[in-house]
């Protein structure tokens, strides 16, 4: 939403002390300075029980063949107890921490200390340095967009090992997948721990933290807005975009080469899910600059929520369709991969094209045509919390007129596609699809809570515009 400062500031305010002393009666938005007892049981439940979720699932396709049920029916009737699963799991190894190590420490050197140069050759492309949305307290942070640069370079090097270098084999990832487990659960604790320490000794920036006196909802939810090392190193930026999704390629790439390996030859499945997913990833990159208003970037605070979930959540569980694959090589009839392909391709485009009109709308300030007409809108205004009023402007036509998250819709319909690549016999490989429902629908109210918060009555003009959130007609 293209935001038009009314005024300035005439110099940068000074770092205060952050207990919620920026609650002012100016309109706020981001995460709730408050925290209800059902929001306080969800958190918990999610604090105690995701990581086992990411395990179980692994675990199931290591020891059980993929079957959820398995596991419970041997607990259930005392063939096996927790101890005789855990004693099988794969240990944290120095082969696994040095390899994750070197991951990390690689896409950090990438994100930091190579300008980016593709938006130099690459038409279209919008790369190099950018500005974010304004957040809260009126800030505009800049950043180095060079995540397509990073995710080239990545793959590049991953291929030239794979058939020049040799240095390691291809299914590495594959064969210390669990151990390296342990290793982002690492990464993903200690970055969530550093990012809440940081918001209360020494806070990039102060007005832009929130306290709601709860430790758990804190922790999981974040305090900083944007927590930053230095002038470039962006929290919510790099553990969003890298190391998770530059590697959600290259693990897959993994599994293709496992089925390779395992099988002698890779299915047509394991082909579709690679090519469906690679064109999801490639579309993030592209479209960083884009991404920088989007909730993850726009709203959400940096807490356990963000850097555990990017760490190991996105890709231990983004991948499974990839995993189970290996497990049970599925050879799609050609109808059937055709269909899957048409799905995974007019899901895109839907969800490329909504994003696309939004783009052009904010880009343009509304001096564009949308289908092949001026767009509608309401005009909206908001306040930052140093009083600093803003001007944005929502989109009614286009698909933003068919509903005011039909980006999402196309994203589930993406969704479904890579699980239906995996058949009909297990139900391990379609949580993706049941679990981005969840979580696109909760987004859907989040984001409209936020909203009706940020933009008050103006906010009910444009829901009453727009009526429905996701499906027209039903939802």
Known sequence: ?????????????????????????????????????????????????????????????????????????????????????????????????????????????????????????????????????????????????????????????????????????????????????????????????????????????????????????????????????????????????????????LINLSYAAKQQELYGQVTNSMILVNVLQGIYVLDFFWNEAWYLKTIDICHDHFGWYLGWGDCVWLPYLYTLQGLYLVYHPVQLGTANAIGILMLGLISYYIFRMTNHQKDLFRRTNGNCKIWGKKPEYIECSYMSVDGTKYYSKLMTSGFWGWARHFNYTGDLMGSLAYCLTCGFEHILPYFYIVYMTILLTHRCIRDEHRCFSKYGKDWKRYTAAVPYRLIPGIF
């Open 1 to 249: 939403m293209a935001a038009h400062q009314e005024k300035k500031t005439s110099e940068e305010r000074k770092r205060k002390s952050t207990q919620n002393d920026t609650r002012t009666s100016q309109v706020q938005w981001g995460r709730a300075w408050e925290v209800d007892w059902f929001s306080l049981a969800n958190i918990i439940f999610l604090l105690m029980f995701a990581p086992l979720i990411v395990y179980y699932f692994i675990m199931s396709c290591d020891q059980y063949q993929c079957s959820l049920i398995d596991p419970l029916i041997d607990l259930f009737t005392g063939n096996k107890h927790l101890s005789d699963i855990w004693n099988k799991t794969p240990t944290l190894t120095y082969r696994a921490a040095a390899i994750y190590t070197l991951w990390v420490a690689f896409q950090v050197f990438l994100y930091l200390f190579i300008p980016d140069f593709c938006h130099k050759f690459l038409p279209g492309y919008v790369g190099g340095v950018q500005e974010g949305a304004v957040t809260p307290a009126g800030i505009v942070n800049k950043y180095e967009i060079n995540g397509l640069q990073a995710w080239i370079i990545t793959h590049v090097l991953w291929f030239a090992n794979a058939y020049y270098f040799h240095w390691f084999s291809p299914t590495i990832i594959f064969d210390n997948w669990i151990p390296l487990l342990w290793c982002a659960n690492v990464l993903g604790y200690a970055v969530s721990t550093f990012a809440m320490i940081k918001s209360y000794f020494f806070p990039t920036n102060a007005k832009d933290c929130k306290f709601t006196g709860n430790f758990f909802y804190d922790y999981m939810m974040g305090i900083e807005f944007n927590p930053r090392i230095g002038k470039w190193f962006d929290f919510k930026l790099f553990f969003n975009g890298r190391p998770g999704i530059v590697a959600w390629t």
